[in-house]
């Protein structure tokens, strides 16, 4: 590295520790933080599908989908619609599940009152994979709802009639991304539930085991067995190696089996392990499978997973400016990417404050070049994205529904701008509801928590129901936020 280069880049360190020590970087409050971090979880309850609990606490939501899965004799009532429609995608609620569950095992001892909430959060979901993964042998239930007959209408989820066709993935056609997913979710949730209900615990590693075992005997993408019944909406663009690895991380963590740690001495090369990723999301689990694996390196010197903390260090260089591998875009602090740009944001955010939790345990740094990167660097860093996500940013607008003076009114989600099942008990058909889509009103009911896709590369952000790439919720965009935004919402946590 030049002495220019290496000049910035101890600059851009510096102004980063400073930012990481000093409390005028931080715009808000451990209290602001434990509020953020309760309404992400409550958002949770808006995406609920099936019969609704007494302690529902978002209570414009009613029932739905209670016969789902029963034309073809199997229980598939229950999980979670994805965004802003009333399908339930099997792997996106799976990698949502898989990120709940990392987020209390990183940070559940920072959540408090809120930790039995997102226990709960996970349970909704865990408990529909179950199903899922156990209703028929040799299959595994990946859908429930036509998405091509679903998006022609506007209706609220307990309103659904539309064909709540099922799709499964089998022996005779493959699904070994969403499999996979599926194996790590009930692994990663069986990690949280292992001392507060054991027997849960025990059977969501034995299922998560036997759906992996199917991932990896029966190989296949299920975008080439379901073609447009989940593209383009949730297609596997990254293939299903990626999720045979990271299904087999999280089993090892899990089960402590030292089968899974010769599955991934032997078979990483070729699921990805030489590989360097720099985006974390429901489709692409490299960068998320290299930290996660890292940890055996960092905390137990596992020579096997030094490589993945040398991936790890790319992954995180990178997102560090001045370094010599510095690729990420930023706009006004934020990583910026294409499309629902901030699904990437909190996944970025996780994965900063998770290697330096890593790092942590033993002093460790990130190594760029010639350089080294602190934890408290990561951890100023991510600071910024959740604190640009909560208002501090241009437009000063939080992009959390329901957090701070100034946030979206016009969500693209069916159930929040149609009026709710209790203040309007009449049936609103497919094609009535579109008068509220293209309604100025705002929503008549608030979806407490939701993070929506966020502002374009230019920060600019229009509050427009229409233009769901920024005004759409999602699952997986709340997922990891929780874990980011209970580290800052604990008030031993350096800010």
Same mark, same amino acid.
């Given at each position: 590295?030049?002495?220019?280069?290496?000049?910035?880049?101890?600059?851009?360190?510096?102004?980063?520790?400073?930012?990481?020590?000093?409390?005028?970087?931080?715009?808000?409050?451990?209290?602001?933080?434990?509020?953020?971090?309760?309404?992400?979880?409550?958002?949770?309850?808006?995406?609920?599908?099936?019969?609704?609990?007494?302690?529902?606490?978002?209570?414009?939501?009613?029932?739905?989908?209670?016969?789902?899965?029963?034309?073809?004799?199997?229980?598939?009532?229950?999980?979670?619609?994805?965004?802003?429609?009333?399908?339930?995608?099997?792997?996106?609620?799976?990698?949502?599940?898989?990120?709940?569950?990392?987020?209390?095992?990183?940070?559940?001892?920072?959540?408090?009152?809120?930790?039995?909430?997102?226990?709960?959060?996970?349970?909704?979901?865990?408990?529909?994979?179950?199903?899922?993964?156990?209703?028929?042998?040799?299959?595994?239930?990946?859908?429930?709802?036509?998405?091509?007959?679903?998006?022609?209408?506007?209706?609220?989820?307990?309103?659904?009639?539309?064909?709540?066709?099922?799709?499964?993935?089998?022996?005779?056609?493959?699904?070994?991304?969403?499999?996979?997913?599926?194996?790590?979710?009930?692994?990663?949730?069986?990690?949280?539930?292992?001392?507060?209900?054991?027997?849960?615990?025990?059977?969501?590693?034995?299922?998560?085991?036997?759906?992996?075992?199917?991932?990896?005997?029966?190989?296949?993408?299920?975008?080439?067995?379901?073609?447009?019944?989940?593209?383009?909406?949730?297609?596997?663009?990254?293939?299903?190696?990626?999720?045979?690895?990271?299904?087999?991380?999280?089993?090892?963590?899990?089960?402590?089996?030292?089968?899974?740690?010769?599955?991934?001495?032997?078979?990483?090369?070729?699921?990805?392990?030489?590989?360097?990723?720099?985006?974390?999301?429901?489709?692409?689990?490299?960068?998320?499978?290299?930290?996660?694996?890292?940890?055996?390196?960092?905390?137990?010197?596992?020579?096997?997973?030094?490589?993945?903390?040398?991936?790890?260090?790319?992954?995180?260089?990178?997102?560090?400016?001045?370094?010599?591998?510095?690729?990420?875009? @930023?706009?006004?602090?934020?990583?910026?990417?294409?499309?629902?740009?901030?699904?990437?944001?909190?996944?970025?955010?996780?994965?900063?404050?998770?290697?330096?939790?890593?790092?942590?345990?033993?002093?460790?740094?990130?190594?760029?070049?010639?350089?080294?990167?602190?934890?408290?660097?990561?951890?100023?860093?991510?600071?910024?994205?959740?604190? @640009?996500?909560?208002?501090?940013?241009?437009?000063?607008?939080?992009?959390?529904?329901?957090?701070?003076?100034?946030?979206?009114?016009?969500?693209?989600?069916?159930?929040?701008?149609?009026?709710?099942?209790?203040?309007?008990?009449?049936?609103?058909?497919?094609?009535?509801?579109?008068?509220?889509?293209?309604?100025?009103?705002?929503?008549?009911?608030?979806?407490?928590?939701?993070?929506?896709?966020?502002?374009?590369?230019?920060?600019?952000?229009?509050?427009?129901?229409?233009?769901?790439?920024?005004?759409?919720?999602?699952?997986?965009?709340?997922?990891?936020?929780?874990?980011?935004?209970?580290?800052?919402?604990?008030?031993?946590?350096?800010?």
């Amino acid at each position: 590295m030049d002495p220019v280069t290496k000049f910035s880049l101890t600059l851009q360190i510096l102004g980063l520790t400073l930012c990481a020590l000093s409390l005028l970087c931080s715009a808000f409050t451990f209290q602001d933080y434990s509020d953020a971090l309760g309404k992400s979880i409550l958002f949770f309850e808006g995406q609920r599908s099936g019969r609704l609990p007494p302690n529902q606490q978002l209570t414009w939501r009613g029932n739905s989908g209670l016969s789902d899965g029963s034309s073809y004799h199997v229980d598939l009532v229950g999980g979670y619609y994805d965004a802003g429609d009333n399908v339930k995608f099997g792997l996106p609620m799976a990698f949502t599940t898989t990120l709940l569950s990392w987020s209390v095992i990183e940070f559940g001892s920072s959540m408090q009152n809120h930790l039995e909430n997102a226990k709960a959060a996970i349970r909704w979901g865990t408990d529909y994979l179950l199903k899922a993964s156990t209703a028929t042998p040799g299959a595994l239930y990946v859908q429930v709802g036509d998405p091509n007959m679903d998006h022609h209408c506007w209706e609220r989820p307990e309103d659904m009639d539309t064909p709540r066709n099922v799709y499964k993935v089998s022996t005779q056609n493959p699904g070994s991304d969403v499999a996979a997913e599926t194996a790590a979710a009930l692994a990663a949730a069986s990690v949280v539930f292992k001392d507060s209900d054991p027997s849960y615990s025990t059977k969501l590693l034995k299922t998560a085991m036997k759906v992996f075992d199917f991932a990896d005997k029966y190989r296949g993408s299920y975008s080439d067995s379901l073609n447009s019944v989940v593209c383009p909406f949730y297609c596997s663009y990254s293939g299903y190696l990626d999720e045979l690895l990271w299904g087999a991380s999280w089993l090892h963590r899990a089960s402590q089996n030292s089968s899974y740690l010769a599955y991934i001495q032997s078979n990483g090369h070729i699921l990805g392990a030489d590989d360097d990723d720099y985006s974390f999301s429901w489709d692409d689990k490299r960068a998320g499978t290299k930290v996660l694996l890292s940890k055996g390196f960092l905390e137990k010197n596992t020579q096997e997973f030094q490589l993945y903390k040398a991936h790890s260090d790319n992954y995180i260089c990178s997102l560090i400016p001045g370094s010599s591998s510095f690729q990420a875009q @930023y706009t006004a602090g934020l990583v910026n990417e294409p499309l629902s740009n901030l699904q990437y944001v909190t996944t970025t955010a996780f994965l900063l404050l998770t290697y330096a939790k890593y790092l942590s345990s033993n002093g460790g740094v990130a190594t760029c070049g010639s350089s080294t990167v602190k934890a408290e660097n990561l951890i100023a860093l991510a600071k910024k994205q959740v604190d @640009y996500i909560l208002g501090d940013n241009p437009a000063k607008m939080s992009y959390m529904v329901g957090f701070g003076e100034r946030y979206p009114q016009h969500v693209h989600h069916r159930g929040s701008s149609l009026p709710s099942i209790h203040a309007h008990p009449d049936h609103i058909a497919c094609n009535d509801g579109f008068q509220y889509l293209y309604s100025r009103s705002p929503n008549p009911n608030v979806l407490t928590g939701a993070i929506l896709g966020g502002p374009d590369n230019r920060d600019n952000f229009a509050d427009d129901r229409n233009n769901y790439q920024q005004s759409e919720p999602a699952t997986y965009i709340n997922a990891p936020f929780v874990g980011a935004v209970a580290f800052f919402s604990s008030k031993t946590t350096t800010n």
